[in-house]
């Protein structure tokens, strides 16, 4: 039984985003023509349209497993960047690349930064494939951010973190936005910050309960 993908794309669109408050059009438009199913293992192509965590990646050692965020979620937080046509945007923790095809509709530029190289590696044949060339797949820490092309309009962070790291407040360009999920499971909350003459401010939007990306774990602090 063959799977009709385009009709899975249409009902994410209006029972997942649009029923979620996700009323950017370019936005809407990208996530409707993207397929979802290229990014996720062949084994859950099937599953590919569900209102869940997918997973991508399964935990290895000291790697945790990865995930591809639900679309309900993850359209929330990109329409919460606001990217524009001219923006250059950092992706950091882009797993299978996703959501750097998704900026890439939105964007001019993407870089788009993994730690886990056979998911870089993945994920840069998926984009070629899908003739994404506004978008450039490179290795690194997560928490570092990729300054050789900073500043940035722009920064994701894909997934769940402790804390946004200064370092990624340095990498963002004046009038520049950065978008995040900070917290845990249903605590968490999304995060919009903007830098303004070189202060960077913040404040939360809405709770959102996300997988969160390796490398950002707040180091515990001792009261004596």
Same mark, same amino acid.
């Given at each position: ?28 438009? +990208?996530?409707?023509?993207?397929? $979802?199913?290229? @990014? ?25 497993? $990865? ?44 870089? +788009? ?63 520049? $936005? ?10 968490? $909350? ?15 939007? @809405? ?16 009261? @004596?």
């Amino acid at each position: 039984m063959n799977t009709d993908f385009s009709v899975q794309r249409a009902n994410m669109v209006e029972g997942q985003l649009r029923t979620t408050d996700v009323t950017n059009t370019p936005l809407l438009q +990208a996530m409707g023509e993207i397929p $979802r199913e290229a @990014f996720v293992p062949s084994r859950k192509k099937a599953l590919a349209y569900i209102d869940e965590d997918l997973e991508i990646s399964s935990a290895t050692g000291d790697a945790p497993a $990865r995930y591809l965020m639900e679309p309900s979620p993850f359209g929330k937080l990109i329409q919460l960047a606001e990217v524009q046509p001219s923006d250059v945007v950092l992706d950091i923790g882009t797993g299978s690349g996703y959501s750097a095809a998704v900026l890439s509709r939105l964007a001019s530029f993407v870089v +788009a930064l993994e730690c886990d190289e056979n998911l870089a590696q993945s994920a840069t044949e998926t984009l070629s494939t899908l003739g994404a060339v506004n978008v450039a797949v490179v290795g690194g820490k997560l928490a570092e951010g990729y300054k050789d092309d900073a500043p940035y309009d722009v920064i994701f962070i894909g997934g769940a973190v402790d804390e946004v790291p200064a370092v990624l407040f340095d990498q963002l360009r004046e009038g520049g $936005r950065l978008v995040a999920v900070i917290g845990e499971g249903n605590a968490a $909350r999304a995060h919009v910050f903007v830098k303004d003459e070189g202060i960077v401010s913040g404040r939360p939007v @809405f709770n959102v309960a996300v997988k969160p990306l390796p490398g950002f774990r707040k180091e515990a602090e001792f009261v @004596f």
